[in-house]
């Protein structure tokens, strides 16, 4: 099976992160036979500059054809770009794994959790109103159907680990909402994984106090953002966090920092949260091809990274060397195999 994948390069640090990552993405290909063709597409700041939308639509056609999307961070525009993209292609699984690296200073080793947050529901879906002077009122919205197809993806995802999952909510007080979305999770996977259920506010205490409890993490958009926040930066740091945006027609993979514009131009960006999105991304590949190739490939970059950090010579300044992003991808390069 072929993929297409849109390009995009994004602001800040994006255009050099991608541009300099384009030696690893022709690599894999090279290696693996993969039938991977990339064609680059402009969104973010940098064309609402030029064409006065930060999607225009020439980009919109070609992402519409593509299988899938890789994009750098984007800056002010980000909002416009992936919250656009995550509606309408439905990309309704949000996976956000948290991973410790060799030689990345944290309070916490060994830490390897995912969190798969729900990404369409709960109170971001924007019901929001002023109901009286002083008084506004949020929707929290919660389907059966959203629930189920979330745990749906903790399943699948959970049977490649350690087959272990956590659904994370807060049914004590919102027993109708939260009730709802447990029950699903519970239908869905009970009895096919070691499950147990958590209230958010212990789960948040339990990451900082013991993450290795944790495998997968299934939970509800809201909870699930600020817990993948934490459960990143417990593992490390946000700067080599990938994440992926997953649809039934589409799914989309980007690093989670931003366009870090203080750093812009100058090669020190460090390039791990999107290598470690472009492996994420043939995960997906392997997926829905069943094909070895693409699970080799993600295997052969995730190891590659593993080891360049192990090695600890070629490290970009913010985790503590003193290497450009160049070198740190010209190591990952050369350990890929
Ligand atoms: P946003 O507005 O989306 O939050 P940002 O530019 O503030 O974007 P963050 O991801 O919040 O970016 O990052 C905060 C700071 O962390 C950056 O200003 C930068 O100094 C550093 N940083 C982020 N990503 C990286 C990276 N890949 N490599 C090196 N440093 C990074
Ligand atoms: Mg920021």
């Not at 409890?213 to 490390?236: C, K, R």
């Not at 946000?238 to 931003?258: Q, R, T, Y």
């Not at 069943?290 to 993600?298: I, S, W």
Request: glycine content about 6%; proline content about 3%; hydrophobic content about 45%.
């Amino acid at each position: 099976m072929s993929f297409t994948v849109a390009l995009i390069q994004g602001d800040g640090i994006g255009p050099e992160l991608v541009s300099k990552s384009k030696i690893i993405l022709a690599k894999l290909n090279e290696l693996y036979g993969l039938p991977i063709n990339y064609v680059e597409v402009e969104a973010g700041d940098r064309a609402l500059a030029k064409y006065g939308e930060a999607l225009p639509k020439e980009s919109l056609k070609i992402i519409d054809k593509a299988d899938m999307i890789l994009k750098g961070p984007v800056g002010e525009s980000a909002a416009d770009v992936v919250v656009k993209l995550r509606l309408m292609y439905d990309m309704y699984a949000n996976l956000r794994p948290a991973r410790s690296l060799p030689n990345v200073e944290s309070k916490f080793s060994n830490v390897d959790i995912l969190v798969v947050r729900e990404n369409t529901e709960d109170l971001y879906k924007g019901f929001e109103y002023i109901a009286a002077d002083g008084v506004a009122v949020g929707m929290k919205i919660i389907t059966w159907k959203a629930s189920v197809r979330i745990a749906q993806v903790a399943l699948n995802e959970a049977l490649k680990r350690k087959k272990k999952v956590t659904c994370v909510h807060k049914s004590n007080v919102m027993r109708v909402t939260d009730g709802l979305f447990a029950e699903a999770c519970r239908s869905v996977l009970k009895g096919k994984v070691d499950y147990s259920e958590m209230y958010v506010d212990a789960a948040a205490a339990n990451l900082v106090r013991n993450p290795n409890m944790f495998d997968v993490i299934v939970t509800e958009n809201v909870y699930g953002d600020i817990l993948s926040d934490e459960a990143g930066q417990i593992a490390g740091s946000l700067g080599i966090s990938p994440s992926a945006n997953i649809g039934d027609k589409k799914s989309l993979f980007e690093p989670v920092h931003g366009a870090a514009f203080d750093i812009a131009g100058k090669n020190i960006a460090n390039p791990t949260a999107f290598l470690l999105s472009v492996a994420m991304m043939l995960d997906r590949m392997y997926d829905l091809s069943k094909e070895d190739r693409y699970a080799k490939a993600a295997d052969a970059l995730r190891n590659a990274i593993y080891k360049v950090y192990e090695e600890k010579k070629y490290l970009t300044p913010d985790v503590g060397g003193n290497s450009t992003t160049d070198e740190l991808i010209n190591a990952i390069s050369r350990y890929l195999s």
